[in-house]
């Protein structure tokens, strides 16, 4: 689970930057879950990037089955 969060997050800030924008700017994030028990292994990893002051977020079961796909997330950030 950690990796995958890593990854996701990793992705995400590629994606912000990409598009000229800072981790700084995130005012919200949404996770998605295969399984809500990995909840604990995700926001352990995910505590590591938002160390203070995280934004906005919401953690829900993702909807469908994608086979090895554990976490998937996604990120609004507002650079003014």
Known sequence: ???QT???LANCRAVLRAAG???EDIV???VLLANPADFAGMNEEYATWFP?????RYVAK???ELPG???SIRMTAFTG
């Not at 203070?52 to 906005?56: E, L, W």
């Open 69 to 71: 796909v554990l976490v």
């Open 1 to 3: 689970m950690q990796e």
């Open 28 to 30: 919200e994030v949404g």
């Open 52 to 56: 203070s002051t995280p934004p906005s």
């Open 21 to 23: 924008a800072a981790w």
């Open 62 to 64: 993702l909807g469908v």
């Open 6 to 8: 890593r990854q996701a």
